[in-house]
């Protein structure tokens, strides 16, 4: 809402939302410190798309970063494609992000849940524990040995179960769930809700912002993890697309160390640059569904109120 | 000081692997170290017999490399039955490409495993996350048949004690007859793989094909009307390199500071060397303020490129190829990758320089690291050691075999295609050859490029000149615990005060005051050990 009102001295100043417009000399000078802050953003974006799509010869010309490609070709992303090998794991890292991150979800909020209920007995103890394990992670080899010891090795699960509750996002969840009036959950009681059925058909539909955020942490901790299936995936048939795209990229140190002739070579830069495109551009696409949500959802249990 | 992921797998190895497997892993070497070098000694290596049914077109001698010219019209097939047992094969490695398909879309590995006789199931990691996946995986007591250990792992001797068969009956002296491709194998390269007085693995051969000199792009030099660059001095060295660079242009002489090539100028040893039973560090030697002097020098001219420092080997190479940088410190081996790179069409040319002393005559050029990884077996292995030395022995069978030509080009058709009789790769081929079986053995490199003949010619011509003026690494075949265990980091501490030096942050002088902490904080008992391993070697 727009409205103009009268200083005494001064020529009217428009005031947008409650808060006085700036004179346009500060209104251009902070646009030209938005439009500085955005290049920095775009620039280096538009390099990598423009990289992943540009001849070799022009990038090797330029010393490795094209901004403005001579022509246009997709081989990168052809060979990216040709071997079926990031295929699969595309749709190994897509099962992993969907499947992993329902199962996260569902065990984060039940645990959250019932730690949030007053009277739970049970509940100091628990959140001890989970508070543990947020100060003292337990180490790779002693993980390593319990994926062993559970028979998850060279099983997909292995990239989903040992990741499924992160303390962080419980502490976040049951933090909005404190939060919510009790009188809601109360009167459902009243009505003859159970505490599934409150939590199931009450106190999850008030937490869609919430559960929003710690989806998209979680989807975007599975979606970019990579360590877990080079320790726990022999067959690398089932590994997800960060670690393959890794060796495309990892492998580029080694110059030199490769062997004659026939060895692979270090990556040209537009492969590179694909593989940056390709790793990022599915949770670009989901970015902005979830947005609206964001900032409520970031704030939970951060703010008191 | 924060502990990464890797300082924490290099150093809590040993402990963890105690605690969880309940065998004292690393124990070996610490418990037996005294007399460990001079039973290393006593250990007959096995005996060397070169095969003599390739004839090459460029013969080379123990340290030069064969070269051949084009590869030979009908290869010989050289062993006629299948290795394998029936029974699969696990094998954990590094591969240097991006990941292969896996073996049910991949051709090349379909056959590899009918013509072994045995499924080979690989388990890869790439080249710098293969120390995280092997520590973890030893730790977890979880060792595939067939092991590749990189050779700057923490404590072998121990490692390989506890966990790997001792091959020493099968292969010693003269019992490797019985597997005649690993008996091709020059007896240097099994130094490398002798701990506690045994031999515990197979040798992945390098040497010459690692030494490094300064490449050069002759077709732009040649365009500069320098048709065969040769200085004499440091001096010419240095005016050549500026010569080279028109920075307004985007252009510069070195892809990196040549620095290597300097401190080989100077006579600086290469690693360690070894006098009297003294050993002395390259760090240690009186010329090396001269060699960073030197180094800082070229990077206050300009005639580096000025992202040296940050960039990884990949830009090096893209400016190399892109003609951005004339000249770039590297080995044989990356002397081929340009050629394979090349996008500056059929003018593209490399070659290589001599090293010149500083002031005048002959330098002393480094020998490239022996090994690339010792092949062990695991000690739980179902498969004999016959059976795995078989497969070991297949891998090695060398350059001009049939077995050769379908291991590193694979099948005729899909992963090359034939000019004349030389394979050139396909991209297929590329790909879906690269599962790192060249990890489990390889013969000694041929000096080879299809279809360009000049390419090998070159080669060997630089490799005999420079071959008797190769200095060695003294501490090979010698083994010391704190070198095992420090080495890495205090190197790492070294070279980035060097980097410091030469970039002008840091004054020359630091590096005197820096080769007193590392003499404290390891140089000096790594210097000891060795002297007494050496001692004990040289007294039996």
């Known amino acids: ?305 | 000081m924060p502990v990464s992921r890797r300082r924490f797998l290099g150093g809590g190895l040993a402990a963890a692997a105690v605690a969880v497997t309940g065998t004292p892993l690393l124990a070996g070497c610490a418990s037996d170290k005294k007399g460990t070098a001079a039973a290393n000694l006593a250990v007959k290596l096995p005996t060397y017999t070169r095969y003599g049914e390739i004839k090459p077109d460029l013969p080379g001698t123990d340290v030069v490399l064969d070269g051949f010219l084009k590869y030979p019209a009908n290869p010989i097939k050289a062993i006629s039955e299948a290795p394998g047992d029936g029974k699969p094969i696990t094998f954990l490695t590094n591969i240097p490409g991006a990941i292969p398909p896996s073996v049910d879309k991949n051709q090349f590995w379909q056959k590899l495993n009918e013509r072994l006789g045995s499924e080979l199931q690989i388990s890869m990691a790439s080249n710098d996350e293969y120390k995280d996946k092997f520590a973890t995986r030893i730790a977890g007591g979880d060792l595939p048949d067939i092991i590749n250990i990189p050779v700057d792992t923490v404590q072998i001797p121990g490692l390989v004690k506890a966990k790997c068969m001792d091959l020493t009956e099968q292969l010693s002296g003269d019992a490797v007859s019985k597997y005649p491709f690993l008996a091709n194998i020059p007896t240097e390269y099994w130094k490398g793989c002798v701990f506690n007085g045994a031999i515990y693995g197979v040798p992945v051969p390098r040497g010459m094909s690692r030494t490094s000199l300064p490449l050069y792009r002759a077709d732009l030099l040649a365009a500069k009307g320098i048709k065969d660059p040769a200085p004499k001095t440091f001096q010419e060295f240095f005016d050549l390199a500026k010569e080279l660079t028109a920075a307004k242009q985007n252009k510069w002489a070195w892809t990196r500071v040549p620095l290597s090539t300097i401190r080989q100028m100077l006579s600086i040893p290469n690693v360690w060397k070894e006098d009297g039973g003294k050993f002395t560090s390259m760090y240690e030697h009186e010329a090396q303020l001269d060699a960073l002097e030197a180094g800082r020098k070229m990077v206050a001219a300009g005639v580096v490129n000025p992202d040296a420092f940050n960039d990884k080997a990949s830009a090096r190479k893209q400016w190399f190829n892109g003609g951005i940088a004339a000249f770039d410190y590297d080995s044989f081996v990356a002397w081929n990758q340009y050629y394979s790179d090349n996008t500056a069409g059929p003018a593209f040319s490399v070659n290589m320089l001599d090293v010149p002393g500083f002031d005048g005559g002959a330098g002393a050029p480094w020998m490239g690291a022996a090994l690339n990884n010792v092949t062990s077996f695991s000690k739980n292995s179902k498969h004999s050691a016959d059976t795995l030395l078989k497969i070991a022995n297949w891998m090695a069978a060398p350059f001009g075999t049939e077995e050769y030509l379908f291991r590193k080009y694979g099948i005729a058709g899909r992963h090359y295609t034939l000019q004349g009789t030389d394979p050139v790769p396909t991209k297929v081929g590329v790909v879906e050859t690269g599962i790192g079986v060249q990890y489990i053995s390889d013969s000694a490199l041929a000096l080879y490029w299809a279809g360009k003949p000049d390419v090998p010619q070159n080669q060997h011509t630089i490799q005999t000149k420079v071959a008797p003026r190769l200095t060695y690494d003294a501490s090979y075949g010698l083994y010391s615990d704190t070198q095992s265990k420090k080495q890495t980091q205090l190197s790492k501490t070294m070279l980035d005060l060097e980097n410091q030096i030469v970039q002008g942050k840091k004054p020359v002088s630091d590096w005197t005051a820096a080769v007193q902490t590392w003499r404290s904080s390891g140089g000096d008992t790594m210097r000891t050990e060795l002297e007494q391993a050496h001692t004990e070697a040289a007294g039996k």
């Not at chain 1, 799509?53 to 052809?78: H, M, R």
């Not at chain 1, 404190?178 to 939590?199: C, H, Q, V, W, Y």
């Not at chain 1, 492998?251 to 537009?270: H, M, R, V």
């Open chain 1, 1 to 305: 809402m727009t409205q103009t009102i009268v200083a005494r001295s001064r020529a009217p100043r428009k005031i947008v939302q409650g808060v006085p417009m700036a004179s346009w000399p500060m209104r251009v000078f902070k646009g030209l410190v938005l439009l500085v802050f955005c290049a920095v953003v775009i620039i280096p974006f538009v390099g990598v798309i423009s990289t992943s799509v540009a001849p070799n010869k022009q990038i090797n010309e330029s010393g490795g970063l094209v901004l403005f490609p001579d022509s246009v070709n997709f081989g990168a992303y052809e060979s990216l494609f040709a071997g079926g090998v990031v295929t699969q794991a595309l749709f190994i890292s897509i099962f992993v992000t969907v499947v992993g991150t329902l199962l996260s979800l569902t065990v984060s909020c039940l645990l959250a849940y019932a730690l949030s209920r007053p009277g739970f007995a049970a509940g100091r103890p628990i959140l001890l524990v989970v508070l543990f394990s947020m100060l003292f992670s337990p180490g790779i080899i002693p993980t390593y040995l319990v994926v062993k010891g559970a028979g998850l090795l060279d099983s997909i699960w292995a990239l989903i179960v040992p990741t499924m509750v992160s303390a962080f996002n419980v502490i976040v969840l049951r933090a909005f769930f404190m939060n919510l009036p009790n009188e809601i959950t109360e009167s459902a009681r009243i009505d003859g809700a159970g505490e599934l059925k409150t939590f199931v058909h009450i106190v999850l539909p008030l937490s869609k912002a919430v559960l929003s955020v710690i989806g998209l942490f979680y989807a975007v901790a599975y979606w970019n993890a990579f360590f877990s299936a080079l320790l726990y995936l022999n067959d690398s048939k089932l590994w997800p697309l960060q670690l393959v795209l890794r060796t495309y990229v990892i492998n580029d140190t080694q110059l030199g160390s490769a062997e004659l002739g026939t060895e692979l070579l270090p990556p040209q830069a537009s492969i590179q640059m694909a593989i940056l495109v390709v790793s990022i551009v599915p949770i670009l696409i989901i970015y902005p569904f979830l947005q609206r949500h964001f900032a409520k959802g970031v704030l939970t249990g951060a703010v008191k109120g």
